[in-house]
């Protein structure tokens, strides 16, 4: 009955961890492509900005309703509506 915990245990760990993993997959994902339409914005490349822009606006497209400022500049930027409805 023990050895049936412990392993039941095991993988609900292994399956959180897994998750966690995915998370911060993304996470870098949306801080990379930030980045980088920051950096061409910044450097005067507005064609490789709103790539960029446009790229983070579409990974965030199913996400939660929260508001990130750099998500918002994004949108602006490329003259997405900010408030973005997602209904």
Known sequence: MLSATVVK???AAA???QKIGAK???????ISVYGAGR?????????????YYSQLVKICERGDRQTRTDLEH???YIGASPSFDRR
């Open 24 to 30: 911060s997959d993304r996470e870098r994902e949306y």
């Open 74 to 76: 994004a949108r602006q």
């Open 39 to 51: 950096a061409a914005e910044l450097a005067g490349n507005r064609t490789s900005a709103q790539k």
């Open 15 to 17: 399956d959180a961890a």
């Open 9 to 11: 245990d095991g993988l």
